[in-house]
């Protein structure tokens, strides 16, 4: 096995690890909402990016994986998701430039890791795309999800388990 999958298996681990450890258990039903959602901006924006040729990812977990869906699956459907769930149930009390802060910090540290991979393994590589279309997007993504998340708390209903 390459560099590249162990580094899969690392991200893999990492994120399960940050589900037990920075979720709390009350909150699962949310951070499922979060991760389903997230799901439904990835999975077309990510395919899109990919089928116009602006992105590749030619190495997968899974061999031959490719040969059916050419996004990454462990960031569009396991890694980002995870990281907006992190991002809005730890989303703090502030609005106006405070707000843009936080969002420019978590998509920054995300895009930082991303450039790191793409100068120096073959897990991502950009064609026409650019580091700051990373930021651009993720902040965008984590902004509809937030927004989602926040219109999806209003409904929920509180149930007494006891």
């Given amino acids: 096995m390459n560099l590249e999958r162990w580094i899969l298996i690392g991200v893999i681990a990492i994120s399960i690890l940050a589900i037990f450890t920075l ?10 909402v979060l991760f389903l959602f997230l799901q ?9 990016a990919v089928e116009m040729g602006w992105i590749e990812y030619p190495v997968q977990l899974i061999k031959g994986v ?18 907006a769930i992190i991002f809005s149930l730890y989303f703090p009390n502030v609005r106006g430039y405070r707000a843009i802060i936080y969002y420019v910090c978590f998509a920054g540290f995300f895009t ?3 450039v790191l991979l793409e100068r120096t393994t073959r897990l991502v590589e950009y064609h026409g795309w650019t580091w700051y279309w990373t930021l ?4 965008i993504s984590l902004f509809i999800n ?3 998340y926040l219109w999806y708390k209003q409904k929920l209903i509180k149930v007494n388990t006891r």
Avoid: D
Avoid at 40 to 48: D, K, R
């Fill in 66 to 83: 490719n040969q059916y869906n050419r996004s990454s699956l462990t960031f569009e459907f396991f890694l980002f998701p995870i990281v």
């Fill in 136 to 139: 651009i997007t993720v902040m």
């Fill in 23 to 32: 979720i709390p258990r009350n909150k699962a039903r949310e951070a499922w």
């Fill in 112 to 114: 930082l890791i991303e």
């Fill in 40 to 48: 439904v901006i990835t999975w077309p924006a990510g395919l899109f």
């Fill in 146 to 148: 937030h927004k989602y």
